[in-house]
């Protein structure tokens, strides 16, 4: 027996929720209007344990970021984690007036920053009628890249975050960081062969904790942790690169070649040196040419423990 329809004479759209299982709405009894619904997050009762955190993660929104290079202003996509603490006596947190309050930032015309996260998280402590509050948002950051001979400029980007804890003493622990690429190229393979050495991509991260009383608008942390990661690297990564470039950048990469161990330490010495960095943690992972592995190192070092 043929079942099909002629497509010409198709079920209307309700017919054809039907058929494929949609049934009518059964009976409601319970109330639509907010104050008459149970508020169950709102509960207090002996809960066994306090949370340090609770929240919502991988928010996406889009944002506005400041960059002292070019381009100055950009929208780019950030990918929001936001949490409190929540105590013993308390059943659940309000999760709805996390993304309230990031609209709210939105529709004023927020610019991401250090200082507009520490006022978001302030403000999120008294939204959330909790002792404290914090965010983390994680962007890319795109910056312009010209090739050392010809000049001729294109777009790189690094991937950013800002992470900003607000407490119940009126103290912000900020903390931020940047994942970039690199070149390395093998010491040992240049030490070892008559000519040319094995080079790979080289993958930098690196988070820092700053100091209290750090100025974004004297120092932008974005271009400073690049700049560790690039300026002692065996080259640097280029989108646009012509032959007198390329012949430039591999002869650099030859005359700087670095394990993914002397990354990391030159990384560290860096940021040792800058003085708005309280703790720093760095990681390096090159994407080996010669294996199907990667090469690996990282780095913790605190300052104020030393
Ligand atoms: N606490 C909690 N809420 C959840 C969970 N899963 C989903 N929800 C959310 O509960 C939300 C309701 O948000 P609330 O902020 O508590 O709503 P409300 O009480 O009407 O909001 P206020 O007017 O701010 O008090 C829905 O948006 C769901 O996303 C969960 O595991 N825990």
Redesign the pocket.
């Known amino acids: 027996m043929d079942n099909s329809y002629n497509l010409k004479q198709l079920p209307t759209k309700e017919e054809r929720h039907k058929l494929f299982g949609s049934v009518p709405p059964g009976p409601r009894t319970k109330p639509h209007e ?1 104050e008459k ?1 149970k ?4 509960t207090k009762q002996n809960f066994l344990f306090e949370l340090d955190a ?1 929240g ?1 993660s991988n928010v996406k929104h889009p944002i506005k970021i400041a960059s002292s290079m070019t381009p100055e202003t950009q929208t780019t996509i950030g990918t929001f984690y936001f949490a409190s603490s929540i105590s013993q006596d308390s ?7 996390f ?2 309050q990031l609209h709210h930032y939105h529709s004023e015309g927020f610019t991401l920053s250090i200082e507009s996260l520490k006022q978001f998280t302030r403000d999120l402590k008294d ?1 959330l009628e909790q002792k404290d509050a914090e965010v983390k948002v994680e962007f890319p950051w795109f910056f312009e890249r010209k090739a050392p001979y010809t000049d001729m400029a294109g777009m790189n980007h690094a991937d950013a975050w800002i992470h900003v804890r607000y407490d119940e003493r009126d103290h912000h622990q900020v903390t931020v960081g940047l994942s970039g690429k690199v070149t390395t190229l093998c010491p040992c393979s240049k030490e070892i062969s008559e000519y040319s050495a094995h080079n790979q991509r080289g993958n930098m991260k690196m988070e820092v904790e700053l100091a209290e009383d750090f100025d974004e608008s004297q120092a932008d942390w974005k271009v400073l942790l690049l700049e560790a990661a690039e300026s002692n690297a065996s080259a640097r990564i280029h989108p646009v690169l012509k032959r007198p470039d390329e012949k430039m950048v591999t002869e650099q990469a030859y005359e700087n070649p670095r394990f993914v161990e002397d990354m990391v330490r030159l990384v560290a010495a860096d940021l040792y040196e800058l003085n708005m960095i309280e703790k720093f943690y760095v990681k390096c992972v090159n994407e080996e040419s010669i294996h199907l592995h990667d090469a690996v190192a990282s780095i913790t070092y605190d300052k104020r423990k030393k």
């Open positions: 907010k619904m508020d169950l997050q709102n609770v919502i059943k659940g947190t309000n999760m709805s007036r993304t309230e939204r």
